[in-house]
Structure formats: C-alpha cells, structure tokens
C-alpha cells in the first residue's frame, strides 16, 4: 500500500469517527434536562464543554475535507504556503496538514 493511500484512509477513518463523535455530541445535547436547579447548571456546564469539543471535532473535520480536496487535485503533501514537499514525517503525525514545517512554524511564531 502507498504512502498515499495509507494516509487517504487514515483521514476517511478519522473522518468517519468525528462523524460519530458529533453526532454523539449533537444527541447529548439534545436530550433533556434536570429541573432541579444545581442539576441543570451542571448540566449547563457539561454543555459548553461538549460544544466546545463539538467545534473542535468540525474544525478538525475542515481540515481532514481540505486535505482529501488537496488528494483528489494531486496536490496533497506539498506545502501549499511554499510548494515544497512535506516530510513524510510530517505528515504520519499530522496527515491534514497543508504546511511544511518551516511554514508552519512562522504561522506560530
């Protein structure tokens, strides 16, 4: 199996479980709650935590969409700040990205 097609299937897996998580996310906030006061603001926070973790998982989502966009158009694993290749290293730790290190690094700093 290539390098390519082992990474297009790590992000369709990947893919596939956000998918679930946010729908998890999306029945959990759905289901209804407590009357009871200290119950409910608990439940409130509980919430937010897991609307936050919803808007991660769509963000990750974006990037994982864009990634196999960049697949399909044949530009996937090269940078598409400067065009140069992305290490193969890069890319088994973080198969989304769309930056070399070097780019990446000015984005932080």
Known sequence: MTDLVRRKSALLKRLSELDHRIHA???ELDAPH???WEDAAVEHEGDEVLEGL?????DEI??????L???RDGEYGFCVSCG???TDA???VVPETPFCSA???KMTS
């Open 103 to 105: 780019c990446a690094a």
């Open 90 to 92: 890069r890319l088994d």
């Open 84 to 86: 140069e290749n992305i």
């Open 69 to 71: 966009k960049r697949v």
């Open 34 to 36: 407590s009357k009871d």
């Open 54 to 58: 919803g808007q991660t998982s769509q």
């Open 62 to 67: 974006h990037r994982i969409q864009a990634a």
């Open 25 to 27: 996310i999306e029945a």
